[in-house]
């Protein structure tokens, strides 16, 4: 029974190391699926969220429009804060159901949290191991803008709006670096797999 967290900021390699885990036999849980889950139609989280931001926070088919809650919240930090205090507890509830499905299934298994906002949001939450995808800040805006089409200023203000590589670097057990390529990722997964083996 082990749980890892696996955090990095935007365009560092996370969902990679996330699929290579998963190849490996790693149970996934996807936190940013989680907060979409919890956010779907006819949920408690999403009429708490038209109660404090309004209805225009809908789209026609009663689903909620991530671009226009984006832009009401973003640069906002109260804002921010009133949005997190909304979902951060149903993300926290239902991500601690999933681990107790996966384990409740395998006593043996090895869940992986894929969660972006760990420095954020969990980081005293007790995780056997915490690994940090790191690529640097420079290299994740470049990604940005080249691999997914962002504009500059957009990078920059995602970036800006996540825990620093410091921060995130200051609580990993073990760092995935992602600046090479695929195969050394793979390396840095198939060393990291065989810790989990030793550790449990």
Same mark, same amino acid.
């Given at each position: 029974? @082990?749980?890892?967290?696996? @955090? ?8 990679? #190391? ?6 490996r ?7 940013? $699926?989680i907060v979409r889950?919890? &956010? ?13 931001f309004? !209805?225009?926070?809908?789209r026609p088919?009663g ?23 909304i %979902? ?5 509830e ?13 006593p043996?298994?090895? %869940? ?7 420095? !954020? /949001?969990?980081? *005293?939450?007790p ?7 790191? /690529? ?9 803008? @080249? ?6 200023? !957009?990078?920059? /203000?995602?970036?800006? /709006? &996540?825990?620093s590589? !410091? &921060?995130?670097?200051? #609580?990993?057990?073990?760092?995935? *670096?992602?600046t090479?390529?695929?195969?050394? @990722?793979?390396? $840095?997964?198939? &060393? ?9």
């Open positions: 029974m @082990t749980l890892v967290a696996l @955090t990095g900021g935007i365009a560092s390699g996370k969902s990679t #190391i996330s699929g290579l885990l998963a190849e036999g790693a149970v996934i849980v996807d936190a940013d $699926q889950d919890v &956010q779907s139609p006819g949920s408690a989280v999403l009429a708490r969220i038209v109660d404090e309004g !209805e225009r926070m809908l088919d689903s909620l429009d991530r671009a226009q809650l984006g832009a009401r919240v973003f640069g906002d930090d109260a804002a921010i804060a009133r949005l997190n205090g %979902v951060h507890p149903a993300v926290r239902e991500s601690a159901r999933r681990f107790a499905d996966a384990f409740a299934a395998n043996d298994a090895v %869940v992986v949290y894929d969660v972006p906002l760990l420095v !954020e /949001a969990r980081v *005293d939450d995780w056997d191991l915490v690994v940090v995808a790191h /690529a640097p800040a420079a290299l994740r805006r470049e990604r940005l803008i @080249t691999l997914r089409g962002m504009a500059a200023g !957009e990078a920059d /203000a995602r970036i800006a /709006a &996540q825990a590589d !410091e &921060q995130r670097l200051a #609580i990993a057990d073990i760092v995935i *670096d992602t090479g390529d695929l195969a050394t @990722t793979e390396t $840095q997964v198939d &060393q990291l797999w065989a810790e989990i083996a030793r550790r449990s």
